[in-house]
């Protein structure tokens, strides 16, 4: 059986990385995954595995998935809301199905 | 016209030891997009063995040392690296076109210390054997933290002055504790600390010494690739920022070079340490600094300050400024 | 030409990633991609790149597409049925659209 | 507030990437996140962090968002055509919703 | 009293080694908030390098040894192992609030073999110029893999017993080859074969034995960091794995000191092989052991096991038990 | 007769060295199942030190050389190059069931140069203190570019004639670069530069040099888990490929031995040189081969090329070319 759920992908600077994570523990995220990645947007080039002087700007890819939509929703408009307007980052919400509630 | 033919000297002595080749072999390979690269794993290992190496013999030597001798030198370096910020703040900041909060990261950054450019200071020195007191690159963080903590409380003032709301007071005791916690630092303090409450020994002997030239060709190398690299993103700011890193070293590094002759009069500390605060002052951070200097200054863009230091401060410092206080110690010391 | 298709995400420790490619090949998926991660669930924490004395307990990200959904689906159910009682892990669906059909 | 944006996914070897961020960025892409990976499918396997003498086959995971469905569509047909005949790699796209559009 | 006053001086000693101060330094930087790291794959190289200098050591001195002198130690090595699984099977598994596989699983772990710490005795005892049978590490696998084996087997019948349908029969081949296959065995068997069957020479004496000290300082570096991030995660278990985890090295080394001191009066067995048996005792699984146990008893909770081994077990196990055993040598031997 | 002798005498001094263990240790690791594995990052690390010192040695010793010497020498290695890939596009080509495309890619791989067979024939020519032109191992990039430019033209020239659309005139100047920017080429190039325009000194001797034998230790001990994991690979292509990858090496390295014979007689080319521009023939790409060529002749199957080249190819030449030509060498100048 497969159930409606949200993910929330949130994409930004290594050094957000623990602040971003409060956020969605105290949002009620049961878990999340990060993966490390590179990319480029509006501010500075960041590479990929090649040493940088400049890691702790690398970027980081944390994914996360509530059943409750609204919930999962709050959380990304709070990371937004509190860090992208100055520091580098996006956030996106979308679609999927899980195959066991509880855990989300 | 000494100095001149002297630094001529110390430079091509330079060229022919392989310490600038890797800078310059960094460029040139970056320059001709080859594919060679030195994977972000063995980049930080050898950053901690570099600084591991540096705080052991300074904490070993710190043992015998007469600490009060110390006292004056770190203090001195407090003072270079805030005049250096200050410097930045009072000229940088007021050039057309600059945006004040990119300004002050850049003299931050520019204000404080590198680890790569010390580590090959001391090899040099070493080489051309050139005494100095071991527990010379421990003024590090005294120039390093109060540089970073300065710009960011200017930078914070002027927040404040500008809106109300969004201008938080600094916690200066934070940024300090940040400060410390960056990767150079701890390795820095942790190799101190060992080597002054231990008896590292073979360790040192056996791996941290003979590690230590070897690994800082390869960090060399890597400067000089990432020194090319971000020369692209240089190109996207204001052209102050070039200026101003072009001549910042050499400026900063005379401050130091001053004010560590004060301590040789006053203190007696030796030609070799006056070189060694002159580098650090015309060093600027490529390790710690970034990462502080972005959290606490969001609004600062990463490329104006990255950029200027890592395109053209550190080549400069490690390229230029290295022979020049030699070539002036020489003159002044008659080493 | 956008053609619908399912995309499997599957999130699990690394120690079980020779185990569930084995099931998405015996399932006929023509293809998958890894990433590695770090994660934060139920079970333990596990950090990111930092030495890590149970690297075996990191997280890999396994994804696969196919344009039979019904098939996609069997394969996570089948993966999560096997692992995810025992071990720590996550399976989500989610809808996309590929190019070339000749591939999933 | 959320806004419907378009999301592509590109998976290929590594030695096209700077290949297929030229067409990114021709085509108007504002932003995109990179992610090393490995995987399977019709042509070489490709291992994950271990030691590879064939590394420059491995796998790169690129993925941008655009608000203009057409023009996200239309990068990712170009990448296909000019890449996927001959090297390994797929694209799919899938829906999803961003918080600031002037980013996208 | 003699015993307190051997071990306070042979502490003292290992104070004044870099060795112990790795590991302390690592728990200060990870309790300050550094964000100083050591890349995996730095951890994995010097794992192997360690591993390798090991196996490459013992496999030139087992050519020249007599094999038989081996025999009994590797079978007492084997008791060890197992009786110290049992001893946790008997007590942590009957504590309250204790659930089986966890203790069961925990109990694995400190029965089986610590690379690091066995790293650390070596370098220490050679410090203290204390000689030992090269082969002596050698008997890492025979008390590792019985420990393991034993714990999988006691779990898997009680799970039998709990359920018919889960409870599987345990492949005791099929866990022995998998202990063999973990990265930790592979490397030391790798370096033992090419020791005994090659002449490695200046692979040996230019790489892997002058590379031994300095990598294990930053190893021990990275567990003193793991072993204080992991305390949260003890913090989370039942109390009774870190009192158990207190004292299991000390017993379990007891329990290899007295075995070890059977096969000094029957075989020769040395007294320095005596300390590093009952080291290899005291220490506990950290690289190879988890994921096995992982596998193989997926019910039990890594955090109770792990967080009992790396944070607790493994700083007991070097700070504590090589003085300890050196000190309880010296008394019974009178090095 | 006593070419056969001879081998098996060199062949069995070689199993004595630990260069060959680890590549057969690597292949039963891999064989076994062993979650051992080396990371990446180190990989490279490995691959960069070993060619910075070959580059270097080469680069110190070419200043003293007498650089015309280099000349004959280095036009018969682009001749060697070129007339292993012609042999693979007259033999293998037309073998049944084998497409073009694969079969051109697979000669342009063999015809090319291995950094770590080179590596391995330098340590044991070290060994075996038989003598060599520091320069010889420059002679690298003299067959390495010339047989992959030359593998690129015949298939694009195929492509050309099979359909006119899609058969682009290939940039021979275009794929010289690239295959200067490869990781290896860049870097012995770096190193031979360094070695030739500065006084790498202690760099040298303290780091480069010392790590040489344990590094090489470990990138065989790869090359041989590489070997063992790619052969499920090659056994899904055609089996020519395997029958290829066994013969070639010896009759490239035939040729390379022939030639250099010429220069011996010609130019004095040592003995020791000849050795060394038989085994860099007999070797085959592995590190910046593959991806010029996956680049440059898409449609290519790259589980044949490189199945071929690292499961049969490398682990021929270093186990059965080495010993062989040494062998043949002894028997042909007697030394
Ligand atoms: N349109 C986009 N699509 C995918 N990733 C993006 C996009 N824009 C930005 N990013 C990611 O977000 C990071 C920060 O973006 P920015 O704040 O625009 O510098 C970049 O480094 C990318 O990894
Ligand atoms: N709600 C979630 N969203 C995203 N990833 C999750 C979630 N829950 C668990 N995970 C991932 O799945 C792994 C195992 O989860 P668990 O089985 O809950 O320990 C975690 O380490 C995360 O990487
Ligand atoms: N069906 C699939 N689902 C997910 N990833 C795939 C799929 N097919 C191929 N890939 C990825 O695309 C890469 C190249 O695929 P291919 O061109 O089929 O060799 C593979 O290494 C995988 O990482
Ligand atoms: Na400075
Ligand atoms: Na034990
Ligand atoms: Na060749």
């Not at chain 2, 969004?166 to 701890?186: E, F």
């Not at chain 2, 050499?250 to 070189?275: K, Q, R």
């Amino acid at each position: 059986m497969f159930y409606k759920a949200t993910k929330v992908t949130i994409i930004a600077e290594r050094l957000l990385q623990s602040g971003i994570l409060k956020i969605l523990e105290a949002g009620g995220a049961k878990g999340y995954t990060i993966v490390d990645g590179s990319g480029q947007g509006e501010h500075i080039n960041r590479k990929g595995d090649r040493a940088s002087v400049v890691r702790a700007f690398s970027i980081v890819r944390i994914e996360f998935i509530q059943t409750d939509d609204a919930s999962a929703r709050a959380i990304a408009e709070e990371v937004s809301q509190t860090y992208f307007k100055q520091y580098s980052g996006i956030v996106y919400v979308s679609p999927v199905e899980v195959i066991r509630t509880e855990r989300f | 016209m000494d100095l001149l033919a002297n630094f001529a000297a110390s430079f091509a002595t330079q060229l022919q030891s392989p310490t600038l080749a890797f800078l310059i072999g960094g460029m040139l390979l970056a320059a001709s997009g080859s594919r060679l690269t030195i994977p972000d794993a063995i980049y930080r290992f050898i950053v901690f063995v570099l600084l591991m190496r540096i705080g052991l013999h300074g904490g070993m030597e710190i043992k015998e040392a007469d600490l009060t001798a110390l006292a004056f030198p770190a203090l001195l370096s407090a003072v270079t690296g805030c005049v250096c910020v200050m410097m930045g703040w009072l000229v940088l900041a007021r050039l057309p076109g600059i945006k004040f909060d990119d300004a002050i990261a850049t003299s931050g950054l520019f204000g404080a210390v590198s680890a790569s450019t010390l580590a090959a200071a001391i090899i040099i020195l070493e080489e051309e054997m050139i005494a100095f007191e071991a527990w010379a690159p421990a003024l590090y963080p005294f120039m390093d933290i109060p540089a970073l903590v300065l710009a960011i409380v200017l930078a914070s003032l002027h927040a404040q002055k500008a809106q109300t709301e969004n201008g938080v007071r600094p916690k200066i005791g934070a940024i300090i504790v940040d400060s410390l916690r960056g990767s150079a630092l701890s390795a820095l303090l942790l190799g101190l600390a060992i080597g002054l409450l231990t008896n590292p020994g073979r360790i040192y002997t056996e791996f941290y010494d003979p590690m230590f030239r070897g690994l800082l060709s390869i960090l060399l190398l890597i400067m000089g690739m990432e020194a090319y690299s971000r020369l692209a993103e240089l190109r996207g700011v204001a052209h102050w920022f070039a200026v101003y890193a072009l001549f910042a070293p050499i400026v900063h590094g005379l401050i130091g070079f001053g004010l560590g002759y004060l301590a040789h009069i006053t203190v007696g500390f030796s030609p070799g340490g006056v070189i060694v605060l002159a580098i650090i002052a015309a060093s600027n951070s490529d390790i710690s600094g970034p990462p502080t200097l972005r959290a606490a200054i969001p609004n600062a863009n990463p490329s104006s300050y990255i950029g200027a230091s890592t395109s053209i401060g550190t080549p400069i410092a490690i390229a230029v400024c290295i022979p020049l206080f030699i070539a002036l110690a020489d003159l002044v010391f008659g080493l």
